[in-house]
Every structure is written in C-alpha cells, then in structure tokens.
C-alpha cells in the first residue's frame, strides 16, 4: 500500500489549499485516513481524520472551522481541503492511513505518504 500526497505549495495569507492523498496498491473499505503536519523545529501535529467507512471526521483545535477533511470511496484518494490559511499553518503536511482506534496518534497509522510542503506568506 503506498499513500502519495499532493497539492501543497506556496500561498498568501487568507488563501485556500486542497491536498490530496491517493491510496494504491489496495482499495480501502475501513482503514482510516488522517492528516499531520510537521513545521520546522516543531513536533508531529494532528490535523485531521475520517472514518473511511462512514465518513465520521474529527478535527485538531488548529484545524476547526476552517479545514475540511473529505474522502471519495470510488477514487480510493482522501483530501484535506485547507480556508483562510495564515503563516502558522506553514508545515508539511503528510497523510496517514491504517486501522485506527484513536485518530489523533500518529503510531496507531500503518501507511504514510512522503507528505507534501505547504508555505503560508504573510
């Protein structure tokens, strides 16, 4: 299973972003996707989650009310749909996937993508 991230890039304060994380190699019927991000000199952030069967999402305080997570079955590919992004938000953000019974940990995933660098300019 290999999980490819996509859609970052570089962006001005207030803008809005779209990742993507394809899934190959198996399609997905109850894993579960998560989004984390990494900024320089700072720890593993959780971002985001969905229930890949059900399509439950749960949101990081960073992340509410401003972030949507998304997920299309029949295109095996998740998204992280990012509005109003500021500075803060600069990091690189790496989906995750796996069996998971508490979606903030990052070491309950079993699959993670090689993450994609998002750069927010004040």
């Known amino acids: 299973v290999q999980l490819q991230a996509s859609g970052g890039g570089l962006v001005q304060a207030g803008d809005a972003l779209r990742l993507s994380c394809t899934i190959s190699?198996?399609?997905?019927?109850?894993?579960?996707m998560g989004w984390f991000r990494q900024a320089p000199g700072k720890g593993r952030e959780f971002v985001a989650a969905i229930r890949w069967s059900g399509g439950d999402t749960y949101y990081g305080d960073s992340a509410k009310g401003r972030f949507t997570i998304a997920r299309d079955v029949a295109k095996n590919t998740g998204y992280l749909q990012m509005y109003r992004l500021n500075p803060e938000d600069t990091a690189v953000y790496h989906c995750?996937?796996?069996?998971?019974?508490?979606?903030?940990?990052?070491?309950?995933?079993?699959?993670w993508g090689q993450g994609t660098q998002v750069t927010v300019s004040s």
């Open positions: 995750a996937a796996g069996l998971v019974e508490r979606l903030t940990r990052a070491d309950e995933y079993t699959y």
């Open positions: 190699g198996r399609t997905f019927n109850n894993e579960d």
